[in-house]
């Protein structure tokens, strides 16, 4: 597997001030697509050893989700590839529901005023085509009004998704 640099988040660092100004070259992550768990050790495994379920994905030690986050992994066509077990309980799915379903079936940009200059769809297909940037938007969940959720979007894996972790 290839190491890759991503180049510093120039735009993100323009609109969100309080990011550190000078960062290392990013270091590539494992986690599960289904808890957020990473690896304790280096694995071939391509399962999750911790819940068993998810598959290992890989992206920056910037843009992975917490442990249990919430996050969606969205391929180049916008079609779901995986949903995390929290982001099924926040978005009322279940992954197998989701799989290869248009992301605005699940998630949809947050107002206009509050989704802030970041596209959610153009996000997802920069971030798919393994740009390194990480951009930060705002979503609602497709089936519910008055909820606003931030988003945090970047590239993952290989061949390359893009990762959306909700805050
Ligand atoms: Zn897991």
Redesign the pocket.
């Known amino acids: 597997m290839t190491q890759r640099v991503t180049r510093s988040g120039r735009g993100v660092l323009a609109l969100v001030p309080t990011e550190p100004l000078h960062r290392a070259p990013a270091e590539r992550v494992q986690f599960?697509?289904?808890?957020?768990?990473q690896p304790e050790d280096a694995t071939d495994s391509r399962v999750?050893?911790?819940?068993?379920?998810?598959l290992l994905l890989e992206t920056t030690t910037e843009a992975v989700p917490a442990e249990g986050g919430a996050f969606l992994v969205i391929d180049s066509t916008m079609a779901v590839c995986g949903v995390s077990a929290a982001a099924e309980e926040l978005l009322a799915t279940r992954e197998t529901e989701a799989v290869n379903h248009h992301l605005t079936e699940l998630l949809v940009p947050a107002d206009a005023e509050a989704q802030g200059p970041t596209n959610l769809a153009v996000a997802v297909t920069w971030a798919a085509r393994g740009d390194g940037e990480i951009r930060r938007t705002f979503v609602r969940p497709a089936k519910t009004f008055g909820v606003r959720l931030k988003a945090r979007i970047a590239s993952c894996n290989s061949p390359d998704a893009a990762l959306i972790v909700l805050d």
Do not use: E, K
């Open positions: 599960c697509g289904h808890c957020g768990r999750c050893r911790s819940c068993g379920l998810g």
